[in-house]
């Protein structure tokens, strides 16, 4: 399974980016998808998370300016992050729980996208 992230660039605060992360591979069906953000020298966190059911749940930090939303069809997750700002900038990783089967043998692996930067000027 692979999870390509895409979206991520330079932009002034106020602004808006919408980053995608597709999954492909080995997949039956994807329970939760989720960003997180990584700050140089800081610890990785959860920014935002998608169920299978379509419940969200966001960092406060990002609380009424990002929406997570995903396609079920296209085994993708979507972040629209509006009116950012400079403590917004970090490379964003998609995350996704996936369900593959091999055979009869179904399996359940965590996967990360490759990861893609993200800026914001003040």
């Known amino acids: 399974v692979q999870l390509q992230a895409s979206g991520g660039g330079l932009v002034q605060a106020g602004g808006s980016l919408r980053l995608s992360c597709a999954a492909s591979?080995?997949?039956?069906?994807?329970?939760?998808m989720a960003w997180y953000r990584q700050a140089p020298g800081k610890q990785r966190e959860l920014v935002a998370r998608?169920?299978?059911?379509?419940?969200?749940k966001y960092d406060d930090s990002v609380k009424g300016r990002f929406t997570i939303s995903r396609d079920n069809a296209e085994n993708t997750v979507y972040l629209l992050m509006n009116s950012l700002k400079a403590e917004d900038t970090s490379v964003y990783f998609c995350?996704?729980?996936?369900?593959?089967?091999?055979?009869?043998?179904?399996?359940?692996?965590?996967?990360w996208g490759q990861g893609t930067l993200v800026t914001v000027s003040s």
């Open positions: 998608i169920n299978s059911g379509g419940t969200t």
């Open positions: 995350n996704a729980d996936v369900t593959s089967l091999s055979g009869s043998m179904y399996s359940v692996n965590s996967y």
């Open positions: 591979g080995n997949i039956f069906s994807i329970a939760a």
